[in-house]
Every structure is written in structure tokens, then in C-alpha cells.
Nanobody, 113 residues
């Protein structure tokens, strides 16, 4: 059974930083592409970033240069470092391997202006 547990969200001021973590189990993590998605109130869920097993990354245009996705295969954990946060980054952030059906429960990030 695949389990994804996100943590690290919270309330932060604009310009601040937050690091999200996603602990995965039930998958062969080291060969699995991992992704972070977000859903703001009243909006559709959108892809934020992905990281492949080999370490290559992709980012949404809106977060390029501000967010960094990474992974620690020894810990079965993916991370999302978010810097220079803006109020429009406010959303529930989800961990999700794009090729699997599993989703985490999400973690709320709120950026105040």
C-alpha cells in the first residue's frame, strides 16, 4: 500500500521560505519520479515540480528560480524548498508520483502579504 505523508507547511510572510517534506512508503522510491502539486481555493490542482529518479527536474514557470525540488533516496523522502514566497503561492501542497494513483493528504501553506 502506497503511503505519502507531507509535512512542513504553515503560515509564512511574503518573501519568506518554507521546506516541505514527503515521506513515501510502499513504493520503490529510488526509481520513482516524484512530484509536488498544489491547489489554491477555487482553482484546479496544478503541477509545481517533478524530480526523476536520476535527479532531473521540471518546474512550473510560476515557481522557477524560487522553488527547488530534491530527493533523498536513502530516506525515501522528497522535498520542496520554497523561497521568496508570494501570497499567490498560498495553497494546499500535495506529494504525488505522476505515474501512480497515490496522493498524500496535503499540507497547507499560507503566505501573508
Amino acid at each position: 500500500q502506497v503511503q505519502l505523508v507531507e509535512s512542513g507547511g504553515g503560515l509564512v510572510q511574503a518573501g519568506g521560505s518554507v521546506r516541505l517534506s514527503c515521506a513515501a512508503s510502499g513504493i520503490i522510491f529510488r526509481i520513482t519520479t516524484m512530484g509536488w502539486y498544489r491547489q489554491a481555493p477555487g482553482k484546479q490542482r496544478e503541477l509545481v515540480a517533478t524530480i526523476a529518479s536520476g535527479g532531473s527536474t521540471t518546474y512550473a514557470e510560476s515557481v522557477k528560480g524560487r522553488f527547488t525540488i530534491s530527493r533523498d533516496n536513502a530516506k525515501n523522502t522528497a522535498y520542496l524548498q520554497m523561497n521568496s514566497l508570494k501570497p499567490e503561492d498560498t495553497a494546499v501542497y500535495y506529494c504525488h508520483p505522476p505515474l501512480l494513483r497515490a496522493w498524500g493528504q496535503g499540507t497547507q501553506v499560507t503566505v501573508s502579504s
